[in-house]
């Protein structure tokens, strides 16, 4: 299962650690959801997911203000005695003695943000929805075309790497080269990274390795990317029947989302560069509501129908 551990949560969002006493070192979140202890601050436990963590905002702060002692120290124990990865206080609001005796005795940490708890809310959720999400890795190469996420894919040798390096010269950005991790951060949404070791360097047969961001500076790479659309590079077969009107999609899948892909052959003579080029552009133009196809396909109705009348 995959995990991030506390400290690097802590150093992501800025946190204060209020239980310095507390070891974070081998805490792990497991669950990109979050929790707001209200109905456990009632004393409602069933169904209660102590795995995700948890946030302390305004609400909840003035609901512990107005209980008694007794009741603190039985909901308080109960509550710590879960073991959430940890308790995060928003709008700098500062936890009881009472809890922090329970948090402590538990080995719970107990973090705080000066963000609103909204704001806390949605960026802690987007932040563990990428880090946690399910993940793979391809062979490949990720390359950002006018904003649209475009990767190559196709046997080894076959200029996947060189199509990258002219897309580069032509003002696009790398995000990887040779393997790539596509997340599913949602349903409809699949984003991709190069692995740490690798990341900004391009690997061209008969050079070597280059990085790509000394050699043409920080704009032409990037961190991540979502996936819009995938070129399968496949060597030229003069038996097969290739697509040369683009009528109907095709689609490949990846981690259950499907994903638009077309196969290029290739031949000595074809620029890849600017066929990868142009079917960014022209999955763009299709997402925005027009299709060259179906334009031709109109036009030739169209024609046959103005032949019919005469």
Request: proline residues 3%.
């Amino acid at each position: 299962m995959a995990s991030v551990s506390l400290k690097t949560y802590i150093g992501k969002m800025n946190l204060v650690n209020l239980t310095p006493d507390v070891d974070v070192d081998g805490v792990k979140i497991e669950q990109p959801e979050i929790n707001r202890p209200a109905l456990q601050l009632a004393g409602f436990f069933d169904h209660f997911d102590s795995a995700r963590v948890e946030i302390v905002g305004f609400v909840e702060y003035s609901y512990m203000k107005q209980m008694s002692d007794d009741r603190k120290e039985e909901i308080f124990s109960r509550f710590l005695s879960s073991h959430m990865p940890c308790v995060v206080f928003c709008r700098d609001l500062e936890p009881e003695e009472i809890f922090m005796k329970y948090a402590v005795e538990y080995k719970v940490p107990v973090l705080k943000t000066s963000q609103s708890t909204s704001d806390f809310m949605a960026e802690t959720i987007r932040w563990l929805k990428v880090k946690l999400a399910p993940c793979i890795s391809i062979h490949g190469v990720l390359v950002d075309v006018n904003g649209e996420g475009l990767l190559i894919t196709g046997e080894s040798g076959i200029g996947k790497s060189e199509a990258a390096l002219e897309l580069i010269k032509r003002g696009h950005r790398l995000i990887s080269d040779d393997v790539v991790e596509i997340r599913k951060v949602s349903d409809d949404t699949l984003i991709g990274s190069a692995p740490d070791i690798t990341k900004h360097f391009i690997e061209l047969r008969g050079i070597g390795i280059i990085d790509v961001k000394a050699l043409f500076g920080a704009t032409s790479v990037k961190e991540t990317q979502g996936i819009d659309l995938v070129i399968k590079l496949e060597d030229w077969d003069k038996d097969k029947d290739y697509d040369r009107l683009g009528m109907e999609e095709e689609y490949t899948e990846y981690l259950g989302k499907k994903v638009v892909c077309h196969n290029i052959p290739i031949r000595p003579g074809r620029n890849l560069a600017i066929i990868c080029e142009t079917a960014a552009i022209n999955y763009r133009q299709k997402k925005m509501g027009y299709n060259a196809a179906q334009e031709l396909y109109k036009r030739v109705q169209d024609n046959l129908q103005k032949k019919r009348e005469e």
